[in-house]
């Protein structure tokens, strides 16, 4: 069955996204190690519920680690102290008896709160609405090999395309850049035939885009790769930099 | 916004002429390092190379050349700096971490890579106006001319010290910048990218114990 631990939790609670917040802190007490993190915080909101305490909103859907709805700061890493995880897939084993867990939102300017620990990700899909996608008309389904793509290309292509969007990337980098989303969702269709046509126009739309939005620019930190709960590589940042400045300087864009 | 403005002002133009300018900068460093490495010699070479450096039309070129890439370098990052800074919102994290396995230093040197910059702003201006615009002083100083008045002001402790720091500093702000600069011409190589990133490294230290060698030396006699 495991061993039980018990925690002290500092929650960032906020009733709105206008309302001032401040951290609350919990003790949560004998808590299975073979739960999740969000298990425990079921668990808390069980009991603030029947304490008639309005209980710690944080977002969540698949449990999976493929939604990319969870996710905030646990003593200052996105997604917690794991790598290559959501923080749906961290589990309390993680976690010794009598640990201090500091639990915030992502911060972001382009992130509002919206309450406690969730924020509005709503930036990053006006960053794929910029240009995330192809206008161009791909005709029906291919038949199989019909069009050549080499197996490498076609699985670093899907590299990129593993990004589920959950914003630790924005959440973990110094400037809160977007920099790591914003790049693997450009180098996605930079990588195939079908994405070429409005590649130049694609990579200045949403880098402008998310510059727009508030984010913050590069300083190559690379906190965002580690964060990445898909461990998305930081070249796709310098990869969809050059595309950027090859639109920008060499085509004029 | 024309094309020019709205290209360069985006966060990777800014990135692009930051770069440029930083590596321009930091050719000047080689330079102006191997310049001082004369000291170390006893015979009037260092005199003779400033001599000769002061009467040619490389000091010229040099001002201008400088005159332009640090203040566009430092413009360009603090315009950066104000927008990172804004992009965190109204409120901070309470608590700081990272998820990073790479080496300690890297991801320290990538983090304070503006606070270095900021010290230099301090350091370069001093600098300028202790030796650069006392320069006709150095020339004529009857104690072993240049060499005599560089050794003679660097052994007092302060400056000493001073000059110590702001070569350890410079060496610190480009340990990340130099491949930081080639990130934002957006160079990714499996091969090529590790070089740089090393090269970089290496040169940043040897830049750094080169400056730092000389107040060193002088201190110790």
Redesign the interface.
């Known amino acids: 069955m495991g061993d039980t631990i018990s925690l002290t939790l500092e929650v960032w609670r906020q009733p709105g996204p206008l309302a001032k917040g401040r951290f609350q802190t919990y003790e949560v007490k004998d808590v299975s190690q073979n739960i999740s993190f969000l298990e425990m915080l079921d668990l808390l909101n069980q009991r603030l519920i029947s304490e008639g305490i309005e209980p710690v909103h944080f977002e969540h859907d698949c449990r999976e680690g493929i939604c990319g709805s969870c996710g905030f700061m646990i003593n200052g890493q996105a997604h917690g102290p794991d790598l290559g995880t959501t923080v749906c897939q961290l589990h309390m084993r993680r976690f010794k008896n009598g640990d201090h867990l500091v639990v915030e939102p992502w911060r972001a300017r382009a992130f509002p709160v919206i309450r406690d620990l969730v924020v509005d990700r709503a930036s990053l899909d006006k960053i794929i609405a910029a240009g995330g996608y192809n206008s161009v008309n791909c005709g029906n389904a291919p038949d199989a090999n019909a069009m050549p793509i080499g197996r490498d290309t076609a699985e670093e292509a899907f590299d990129a395309a593993a990004c589920i969007g959950c914003g630790a990337c924005v959440a973990a980098c110094k400037n809160a850049s977007a920099m790591l989303f914003t790049s693997a969702k450009v180098g996605q269709l930079a990588m195939l035939p079908q994405g070429q046509p409005e590649r130049s126009h694609r990579v200045v739309r949403m880098y402008d885009e998310m510059q727009a939005l508030g984010f913050g620019a590069c300083s190559w930190t690379q906190d965002c790769e580690a964060a990445c709960p898909k461990e998305i590589s930081v070249k796709w940042i310098s990869r969809a930099k050059r595309d950027y400045l090859k639109a920008r300087f060499k085509e004029g864009l | 916004m024309s ?1 020019l403005t709205r ?1 360069l002002s ?7 002429l930051a770069a440029v300018t930083g590596l321009v900068l930091v050719v000047f460093l080689i330079i102006h390092l191997l310049g001082n490495l004369q000291i170390f010699s006893d015979s009037d070479a260092f005199n003779h190379y400033a001599k000769a450096l002061h009467d040619g039309p490389l000091i010229l070129l040099g001002d201008i050349g400088l005159a332009i890439t640090f203040p566009l370098h430092m413009a360009m990052v603090i315009w ?1 700096a104000i ?2 800074a ?17 080496g300690f230093a890297s ?1 320290l040197a ?2 304070t ?2 606070y270095g910059g900021l010290v230099l702003i301090a350091f370069t201006i001093i600098h300028v106006w202790h030796f650069r615009l006392h320069h006709e002083e150095m020339q004529a100083f009857a104690a072993g001319g240049n060499r005599g008045y560089v050794i003679q002001e660097l052994a007092n402790p302060g400056w000493g010290l001073l000059y110590i720091v702001g070569s350890l500093v410079v060496g610190w702000h480009i340990f ?1 910048g130099i ?2 600069s080639f ?6 190589h499996p091969r090529y ?1 590790p070089l740089i990133v090393r090269t970089g490294m290496g040169l940043a230290t040897v830049l750094a114990l080169g400056f730092a060698a000389i107040p060193v030396w002088i201190l110790l006699g």
């Open positions: 094309w290209s985006s966060f990777s133009g800014r990135k692009l950066l927008d990172n804004r992009a965190r919102g109204p409120a901070g994290y309470k608590k700081h971490g990272t998820k990073q396995t790479r991801v990538s983090k890579t503006l990340h491949q930081a990130r934002s011409f957006g160079v990714n990218t």
